[in-house]
Structures are given as C-alpha cells and as structure tokens.
C-alpha cells in the first residue's frame, strides 16, 4: 500500500483559476452555470487538461480562493484516483516498459517528493484544463456555423464535437 494517499484534502483553486471556475460554476443558478457541483470540474478539468497535453502553473493573484470541502473531495476520490492514476501510467510509459509504468500508477507514491510531484502534475492538467473549458465555454461565442444560436447550447455542443471519438486531436 501506498505511504502516501491523494484527494484526502481541500481542493483550493487560485488566482485566475479561481475567476474561471466562479464563471464555471454558480451555486444553485442552474440557468447560467455548467456544473452541479464545483467539485465535478476537477475531474473534467482534469481529463480535458491531459487529453490536450495542457498544463498550467499555479497563479497566485488577489483573487479570491474557490475551495472544494473535504467530503466532497472524499466523495470523489475514487474517481479521481482512477485518473491520478492513469496520469502517471501515461504519462511514464514514453520512459519505460509498459508493465512498470502500470506498475508505477497503481503502487502510489513512495516517497513525500514523489507524492509533491504526483500532486503538482494532476494539479497543473487540472488548471490546464480550466483555461480550456473557460475558453470554449465562457469565452467562446456562437458563431453562424453552429447549429445552436444560444452561446451556452452551442459552445456545450462544440466541445462535445471537439471530443467526440472520431476526432483526432
């Protein structure tokens, strides 16, 4: 078993990431925002940073923090393990043999620096992710070629064409 186990912990957004997801998500403004929860854009956030190979680094300006609770995050976890650990297969399997890098992911880190780096590389796609998901859904606005004219219908429908699986990035 691992020394060391992730998402057992507040998951605080800074800085511009912070401005993002508040423009992401609105509690209870079911019309205007994209998630139910502010705790489902991680594992999203997560996915679409690593599936475009985007990372950002932490920002730290005055802006407000957004924080996921605890149990939210302990609600998640699995899910969120389940990527963590497909994270580090991946992204190792360039540097080794297959079976070590499975063997990577699902071991968990070892050590308190492995685990920082883990948890900087999940935390940087995670912020990547964001600055997409804010670009092609906020920032994003219907053009004559959509096939929806409302901007919120139309920039959903564009990203689920953007990833669809007959797309090749």
Do not use: C
Not at 98 to 104: D, F, G, L, N, T
Not at 113 to 137: H, P, T
């Amino acid at each position: 078993m691992a020394s060391y186990e992730f998402f057992k912990s507040e998951y605080k957004f800074r800085g511009k990431h912070a401005r993002m997801v508040s423009e992401l998500w609105y509690l209870n403004d079911y019309e205007h925002t994209y998630f139910k929860r502010l705790v489902d854009i991680i594992p999203l956030a997560a996915v679409v940073g690593f599936r475009m190979n985007r990372k950002s680094p932490e920002d730290y300006a005055p802006v407000e923090t957004k924080t996921v609770f605890l149990q939210q995050m302990l609600n998640a976890k699995e899910d969120l393990d389940f990527i963590m650990q497909m994270m580090i297969m991946l992204e190792s399997a360039s540097e080794m043999p297959q079976e070590k890098a499975v063997k990577k992911a699902f071991r968990g880190a070892q050590t308190k620096e492995e685990f920082e780096q883990y948890q900087e590389m999940f935390d940087s796609y995670v912020r990547g992710g964001v600055e997409e998901l804010y670009e092609r859904l906020v920032i994003r606005k219907a053009d004559s070629d959509d096939a929806f004219y409302e901007n919120k219908t139309a920039n959903l429908m564009a990203l689920l064409e953007r990833f669809s699986p007959d797309k090749v990035l």
